[in-house]
């Protein structure tokens, strides 16, 4: 990626991704595959409790990393391996290439290691005249295509064996077959005459233990190990976030790794080095070991109190793996040296804002990343925050300044929603949906239909429908939403049908306004803030038992996200409103209680659409489906329920193409399920989903769980 490259390039070259059918194929085969592969793996494991280890492990290490970095090197040194600290990637470039120069190494062998790609070592070694392979497979595949790995465990995957065939022909000049077994034969081929005759190997390494000064690699081909032990020098190049106190630290790690790698319960080649090993090639001569220490910003990463869990990473993969962006353009388009979520963070702090600033807007924001993690990494949040420091730095957008004010001014944002609800008849034709959109969007959004902004929003409503409790022993403030307000507020009147009991007072406090995650999402945190202040002071006045919302986004931005944007202002006050807060089926099934009937209406096949904000920012998954399942409909589970619909609010309006795709993904999956409906718990869903149902003429109708079941108390 061209460091000039602007947001219209970045998103050309999305889209050229988009237009790779085998590799649009390879993603989506591989996401199915490894979504069942980790299940199987982790099958009957507290797998919580071990990414909890992970991160523990990881935290205490990074707090004590000069001291682990000191106690390393003086073990490793007794065991005679020389010991470098490079602060930056030109000096550990440098000393690698010192190292190289002074043994008189001209042909270097490689192993696998993200931190080389990192620092960009192999053009470096190859300007100063050196012969560099990459011996992993994948590696070599697109060394030789002289392009980046798009995948940290699986550089090659974005190519089919028909392209590697063609590469291999020109490699070898001898036409070669696209038969795996045939290609594997042929790398091994060439590359072990590299292996015989290099100098220098240089490798990466998962665990540096500093009791004993001891490295250990994790490898699935084993070329790592004849990297290490046929070349007369051997260099490892290590991040300092890699340190570890013991070999106990690191199997706790490596329990959890393989499996969220790639699914399996251990990789092929576990390999401990202490010490350089005897020189096969030359056994007069002694065999040389380094060891370079890359820091690279990584302490100061480490002293931050926001970004310092970045490195906890374990560099497994998985946030791509489960990545709905990744599955439809690979980690080419989805990272500049590392990729997938992780990548879109460490970019910024590794590579500069100008490679980070494209990538970290092409993010849904489903939290797919942090529910896999094997370090628990709170990557969303992550995300949003590189962009807030972006735009901090670099100026913000005249869109996003505009949504800040005009979010912090409920009155005016409220005006402009009314007046836009006169002002759109020209496009809606008298209907609930606009039937071609203004000329401001471009035709790539066209697909799926939008619908109106109601005459009649909810606010205004509200004393007509509104239900009185002479008696209440539970008092609930109903949290609307901007889109539920003022576009679906049909969907609020069926839940306030459905929620309504003789014991239960519901109350619509007027002075609410947007749950503040548009502007969060848009990097206007001080808006964001403002906006969570506001709506915390609504709902104060009133001594409510639960806020009750049915938006999953909203439920997700008030709970788990406003304490922490507002507590060096009214920490006390926003815990004890983020305390409240309830999604509607949660309520519905442990406040209100419905009991199964025996409908006297046809039953329907009924798909659930699990809102990424709902299972995974809340951990809702069963309540919705009970529901559904006491409707006295038939529930009918898809492969794709928990997979992101493409939405992600400003992502749809920034990246259309990609939204289309994900979207169509799930369509399809809806549709061979041979749903009659599908249900979902989100206004942005219902509008991305039915939306494009519409727009394909699907013979499915998507409903918000309250219309399901507003009738049926």
Same mark, same amino acid.
């Given at each position: 990626m061209a460091k000039s490259e602007n947001l219209t390039e970045y998103k050309k070259r999305i889209h050229n991704a988009l237009d790779n059918e085998f590799l649009r194929a390879a993603m989506?085969?591989? %996401?199915? %595959?490894?979504?069942?592969?980790? %299940?199987?793996?982790?099958?009957?494991?507290?797998?919580?409790?071990?990414?909890?280890?992970?991160?523990?492990?990881?935290?205490?290490?990074?707090?004590?990393?000069d001291e682990l970095y000191e106690e390393f090197k003086l073990n490793a040194e007794k065991c005679g391996i020389h010991v470098h600290l490079a602060n930056t990637a030109q000096d550990a470039n440098q000393i690698i290439a010192k190292?190289?120069?002074?043994?008189?190494?001209?042909?270097?062998?490689?192993?696998?290691?993200?931190? @080389?790609?990192?620092?960009?070592?192999?053009?470096?070694?190859?300007?100063?005249?050196?012969?560099?392979?990459?011996?992993?497979?994948?590696?070599?595949?697109?060394?030789?295509?002289?392009?980046?790995?798009?995948?940290?465990v699986m550089p090659a995957i974005h190519l089919s064996r028909f392209q590697v065939a063609d590469l291999f022909s020109d490699v070898t000049g001898r036409e070669q077959t696209s038969e795996i077994e045939r290609l594997v034969k042929v790398a091994r081929e060439e590359?072990?005459?590299?292996?015989?005759? @290099?100098?220098?190997?240089?490798?990466?390494?998962?665990?540096?233990?500093?009791?004993?000064?001891?490295?250990?690699?994790?490898?699935? !081909?084993?070329? %790592?190990?004849?990297?290490?032990?046929?070349?007369?020098?051997?260099?490892?190049?290590?991040?300092?976030?890699?340190?570890?106190?013991?070999?106990?630290?690191?199997?706790?790690?490596?329990?959890?790794?393989?499996?969220? @790698?790639?699914?399996?319960?251990?990789?092929?080649?576990?390999?401990?080095?202490?010490?350089?090993?005897?020189?096969?090639?030359?056994?007069?001569?002694?065999r040389k070991m380094h060891i370079v220490f890359l820091d690279n910003g990584r302490k100061n990463m480490a002293s931050d109190p926001v970004f310092s869990e970045v490195l906890h990473?374990?560099?497994?993969?998985?946030? @791509?793996?489960?990545?709905?962006?990744?599955?439809?353009?690979?980690?080419?388009?989805?990272?500049?040296?590392?990729?997938?979520?992780?990548?879109?963070?460490?970019?910024?702090?590794?590579?500069?804002?100008?490679?980070?600033?494209?990538?970290?807007?092409?993010?849904?924001?489903?939290?797919?990343?942090?529910?896999v993690c094997a370090a628990g990494i709170n990557l969303p949040k992550l995300i949003k925050d590189v962009y807030t420091k972006i735009i901090d730095e670099d100026g913000h957008p005249i869109k996003s300044l505009m949504l800040g004010k005009v979010l912090k001014s409920r009155k005016l944002f409220h005006r402009l929603l009314r007046a836009a609800s006169i002002a759109q008849k020209a496009v809606t034709g008298g209907t609930s949906y606009l039937r071609h959109l203004p000329m401001i969007f471009s035709k790539d959004h066209n697909f799926r239909v939008l619908p109106a902004i109601s005459s009649k929003p909810f606010r205004d409503r509200w004393e007509k429908i509104r239900s009185s409790t002479k008696s209440p022993t539970i008092k609930v403030g109903l949290f609307s939403g901007c889109v539920q307000d003022f576009v679906y507020p049909e969907q609020l009147e069926a839940g306030l049908k459905a929620m309504t009991k003789d014991n239960i007072s519901i109350e619509f406090p007027m002075d609410q306004t947007c749950c503040g995650l548009p502007a969060l999402m848009m990097g206007e945190k001080d808006a964001a803030k403002d906006v969570a202040i506001q709506n915390i002071n609504a709902f104060k006045s009133s001594d409510f038992d639960y806020i009750v919302t049915l938006c999953a986004s909203c439920a997700s931005h008030l709970k788990n996200t406003i304490p922490g944007l507002v507590e060096n202002i009214s920490e006390q006050q926003a815990v004890a409103f983020a305390g409240k807060i309830i999604s509607f089926s949660e309520f519905m099934n442990k406040v209100?209680?419905?009991?199964?009937?025996?409908?006297?209406?046809?039953?329907?096949?009924?798909?659930?659409?699990?809102?990424?904000?709902?299972?995974?920012?809340?951990?809702?998954?069963? !309540?919705?489906?009970?529901?559904?399942?006491?409707?006295?409909?038939?529930?009918?589970?898809?492969?794709? !329920?928990?997979?992101?619909?493409?939405?992600?609010?400003?992502?749809?309006i920034n990246f259309p193409l990609v939204s289309k795709e994900i979207l169509n993904k799930k369509l399809e999956d809806v549709e061979q399920s041979g749903a009659q409906i599908l249900v979902t718990e989100c206004p942005g869903c219902v509008m991305q989903l039915k939306g494009g149902a519409l727009k394909q003429n699907k013979t499915f109708d998507v409903l918000h769980l309250s219309e399901l079941i507003s009738d049926k108390k």
């Open positions: 989506d085969k591989f %996401a199915v %595959a490894y979504r069942t592969g980790r %299940a199987n793996v982790f099958s009957g494991m507290d797998v919580d409790s071990m990414i909890q280890m992970v991160a523990q492990i990881k935290s205490n290490a990074l707090k004590h990393v190292i190289a120069q002074d043994n008189n190494c001209k042909t270097i062998i490689k192993s696998k290691s993200m931190t @080389a790609e990192e620092i960009h070592l192999n053009p470096f070694l190859e300007n100063l005249n050196m012969e560099v392979t990459e011996t992993d497979l994948g590696e070599w595949i697109v060394q030789l295509r002289k392009e980046g790995p798009s995948h940290m590359l072990r005459e590299k292996f015989i005759k @290099a100098d220098m190997g240089i490798t990466g390494a998962n665990y540096a233990i500093a009791k004993t000064g001891t490295l250990g690699i994790i490898t699935n !081909e084993g070329n %790592a190990r004849l990297v290490t032990t046929l070349p007369r020098v051997h260099v490892a190049l290590v991040g300092i976030d890699k340190l570890l106190p013991s070999i106990a630290d690191a199997l706790s790690i490596n329990e959890i790794l393989p499996k969220n @790698a790639t699914g399996q319960n251990i990789t092929s080649y576990v390999t401990w080095i202490t010490g350089p090993s005897e020189c096969t090639i030359t056994p007069d001569k002694k990473c374990v560099r497994c993969g998985a946030c @791509a793996n489960v990545c709905p962006v990744y599955r439809m353009v690979g980690g080419h388009q989805l990272g500049y040296v590392y990729i997938g979520a992780i990548g879109l963070i460490t970019t910024y702090f590794f590579h500069g804002r100008e490679n980070a600033k494209n990538l970290v807007q092409n993010c849904t924001n489903c939290g797919a990343c942090k529910t209100v209680g419905l009991d199964k009937i025996n409908t006297t209406e046809t039953i329907k096949k009924i798909a659930w659409h699990s809102p990424c904000h709902l299972c995974r920012g809340l951990g809702v998954k069963e !309540e919705p489906i009970n529901l559904i399942e006491k409707s006295g409909h038939k529930y009918i589970k898809t492969e794709e !329920e928990e997979t992101c619909c493409g939405f992600g609010g400003s992502f749809s």
